[in-house]
């Protein structure tokens, strides 16, 4: 809504219809020069649709008030290229990830390795190979290109990538499991985030659900019980983000690849973090790990690509070959197919760990295995640049993501104490900057991790930071000397 300068006349209980003549035409509107300086970056059409919008409002304003402005063009414009740097603006952007929250589904959960974003960057420029066989000069499949490198990696047979994890349940249950039954433990009927909940990707994917055991034990026998003649398979979900303890049962993964086997039945095991490294050598949990999942004889894994294992938003498959081929042909899978820059930065990530770098060249990695000096180090420049309004102070990050839940690991934060008391407006200030920087608010104050924070981007919060406490920015030089 545009309030009308009050100044501009005395309200008319009934403005004359000739009123509106006095606001600009849309052309008229067109022809200023700074109007007409947006035209190249967001096209002349969706200008002078704005303009439309524009001022179809002063009208409203105008009938609704009987106030004319009295100079209109000038007040038009200025709103016009206010509204226009709104409507204008980018609106998915880069962001500084300060909350110490490694894989944050809310800030795009892992970033890529250098490689992989380069490897992304090549196929998306140009056209690729991405459905075509180069060797023998005829139509290939888009599902080859990282089907050996994920069987050298987990040891499965075969291997397919599709959108995400979400997608690759559902296909698996699709392809396999379709009106028939699958057995699942009642400590998995898991809701994953976002409303995401198993039971009704089950149902979505046209499988029975076949519930057994307690919320926190479940032996072998109750899925042996449970297997019919309708059954098609044994689901395992890993409960990936959150943790029952205390008098807890989980059937053993060899024992229900093994039941399964002998049964005739498949094992579906969904892991959802998709871990290739083991966490237990960063001084973390045991999270399962896709090989050993293989090894134990499932006939599907599934895993996400932007969590543990670090890499682009995918889901990933690996297993029997017979079971992956029925997940390739089904018609899904042509509705959950990954993209070409997806399969492209997948191939990089997985590239990683085949030559034993991933730790040093996938930033989750990197990041879980922060030298905890350095980190020290970086969030007292970071506290300095604030001057007396904040301190480097012992604190925790997360690996987020669904993996891990109340896993913590040792950080030192920038805890900052604003100069007005205003935790809340200080940390909405850090979101306003370019790119914007988010924290965290614990105690009234504002905690930025630098274990999240790519060093490439310590100036520019350094800078921030300064500018906001009111503190002469470090020096360039300065700030890198130290
Ligand atoms: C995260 C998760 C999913 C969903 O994966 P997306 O890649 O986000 O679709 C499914 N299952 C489990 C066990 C998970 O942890």
Not at 290 to 303: N, P, T
Request: aromatic share 4%; proline share 7%.
């Amino acid at each position: 809504m545009i309030t009308p300068d009050p100044e501009a006349g005395p309200p008319a209980p009934q403005p004359p219809p000739e009123g509106f003549r006095d606001l600009p035409s849309v052309d008229r509107l067109l022809s200023d020069e700074r109007v007409a300086g947006l035209f190249p970056a967001h096209g002349r059409g969706s200008v002078a649709a704005l303009a439309r919008t524009v001022l179809d409002e002063y009208r409203e304003a105008i009938a609704a008030t009987g106030v004319r402005p009295a100079t209109p063009l000038a007040p038009v414009i200025e709103t016009l290229l206010a509204r226009a740097a709104e409507v204008f603006r980018p609106r998915l952007v880069r962001v500084v990830n300060a909350t110490g929250v490694i894989i944050h589904t809310n800030l795009g959960r892992a970033p890529l390795s250098a490689a992989a974003t380069a490897a992304a960057q090549r196929v998306a420029a140009g056209y690729s190979n991405l459905e075509f066989d180069l060797e023998r000069g005829e139509r290939g499949s888009r599902f080859a290109h990282l089907d050996d490198r994920l069987c050298r990696i987990t040891g499965a047979e075969a291997g397919v990538a599709v959108n995400n994890n979400a997608s690759a349940l559902l296909l698996a249950l699709s392809a396999l499991c379709r009106d028939r039954e699958v057995i699942i433990s009642r400590g998995q009927l898991v809701e994953i985030g976002g409303g995401f909940r198993i039971p009704d990707v089950m149902r979505q994917s046209g499988a029975d659900l076949v519930e057994v055991g307690t919320t926190n034990r479940t032996y072998i026998e109750d899925y042996a019980r449970a297997i019919t003649d309708r059954t098609a398979a044994i689901l395992r979900v890993h409960t990936s983000n959150f943790r029952v303890v205390g008098f807890v049962e989980e059937t053993p993964l060899a024992a229900l690849a093994a039941l399964a086997r002998e049964r005739g039945l498949r094992f579906i095991d969904d892991l959802g973090s998709g871990a290739l490294l083991d966490t237990r050598d960063f001084g973390l949990q045991a999270e399962p790990m896709i090989e050993d999942s293989v090894r134990a004889g499932a006939d599907v894994v599934l895993a996400s690509g932007d969590k543990l294992l670090g890499g682009p938003q995918a889901g990933i498959a690996v297993g029997r070959r017979e079971a992956i081929e029925a997940m390739r042909r089904h018609p899904l899978a042509r509705a959950v197919r990954a993209g070409r820059m997806t399969i492209a930065a997948l191939s990089a990530t997985l590239d990683h760990y085949a030559r034993g770098e991933a730790v040093d060249a996938i930033p989750v990695w990197r990041m879980i295995a922060a030298d905890p000096d350095l980190l020290g180090r970086r969030a007292r420049r970071w506290s300095r640049a604030c001057g007396a309004h904040a301190v480097a102070a012992a604190g925790q990050s997360t690996v987020g993501g669904g993996s891990l839940p109340g896993e913590e690991l040792p950080t030192t934060v920038c805890a900052v104490d604003p100069p007005d008391g205003d935790a809340t407006a200080f940390s909405a200030a850090l979101r306003a900057a370019l790119p914007p920087i988010v924290a965290r608010i614990s105690d009234g104050r504002v905690l930025l991790d630098p274990r999240t924070v790519d060093p490439s981007e310590d100036r520019h919060v350094e800078i921030t930071l300064a500018t906001l406490c009111g503190v002469t920015p470090p020096s360039g030089e300065a700030a890198a000397g130290r």
